[in-house]
């Protein structure tokens, strides 16, 4: 049986296909404004890649903030239990997550079945996002993908104390004018994030095995400095970004 998992995250879309429980693979777009048209412009790639016919989709399962935008779903299920069935399912041995994702991010603490026994999760403020990276790297003029790798030249962070992304974004173009290297402006925005990051993680009692998923979970810069803060190792998978797609597939393979 061929399963879908569709996530339809504020930036970008992802899609996921399971053969009887087993992951065959994910495509990743840009969700822009049109849900409907995202979802399914991602699927189509997908299904295109792997020679499949939608049709042979036997039970869909949605998950995201545009999930109730996917009429084909049989289902829609909230990103922490998809990121959570994902995760216990790529690595069944992780006992907390930190996803973070294009305007919100979460931490969820698993039992050994890999249900949540308990999360929390900051969608009010885009500090600590993709988006507040997103708004940095414009202010910076950089290539956000390679924000990680620039971070690791740092000598010292910049200090950058503000976690309101109006006035960090204020504190970066202050450092820029004093003539402060991007290298060390960059580790002090990954700075913040984990500051934020590390404090909402702690107050869930995350513990180790830990994985982070999201997208910024590409950036090792972000993922070394929530290292020193929280004192432990994070786990990143090669599929992180598409993780809440892969648990929704897996979800979808129980229906």
């Not at 879908?4 to 995250?9: C, E, N, Q, T, V």
């Not at 699927?43 to 999930?67: P, Q, W």
């Not at 079945?113 to 500090?127: E, L, Y």
């Not at 820029?176 to 994030?193: P, T, V, W, Y």
Request: with cysteine; charged share 20%.
């Amino acid at each position: 049986m061929y399963t879908l998992g569709i996530d339809i995250g504020s930036i970008t879309t992802k899609a996921a296909v399971m053969k009887d429980g087993a992951f065959v693979g994910a495509h990743v777009g840009f969700t822009g404004y049109n849900v409907g048209k995202a979802w399914r412009h991602v699927t189509d790639e997908l299904l295109s890649a792997l020679a499949l016919d939608f049709s042979a989709m036997e039970k869909i399962v949605s998950t995201g903030y545009g999930r109730n935008g996917v009429e084909a779903a049989h289902k829609s299920v909230t990103e922490i239990t998809c990121h959570a069935a994902g995760v216990h399912y790529s690595a069944p041995h992780i006992r907390s997550i930190i996803d973070i994702g294009g305007q919100d991010s979460k931490s969820i603490v698993l039992d050994e079945n890999g249900r949540v026994k308990d999360f929390v999760m900051n969608d009010k403020c885009a500090a600590g996002t993709g988006r507040f990276l997103e708004v940095m790297a414009r202010a910076l003029q950089v290539d956000l993908e390679d924000f990680g790798e620039i971070s690791l030249q740092a000598v010292r962070p910049g200090k950058i104390s503000s976690l309101c992304t109006v006035f960090a974004e204020s504190e970066v173009i202050s450092l820029i004018s004093k003539g402060e290297g991007r290298e060390n402006i960059i580790a002090g925005i990954h700075e913040s994030i984990a500051t934020r990051i590390s404090a909402m993680a702690t107050r869930v009692g995350v513990k180790p095995p830990l994985m982070m998923t999201g997208g910024v979970a590409k950036n090792i810069g972000v993922v070394k400095a929530l290292e020193d803060k929280l004192g432990m190792k994070i786990e990143v998978s090669p599929s992180a970004q598409v993780m809440g797609a892969i648990g929704a597939a897996a979800i979808a393979a129980t229906l």
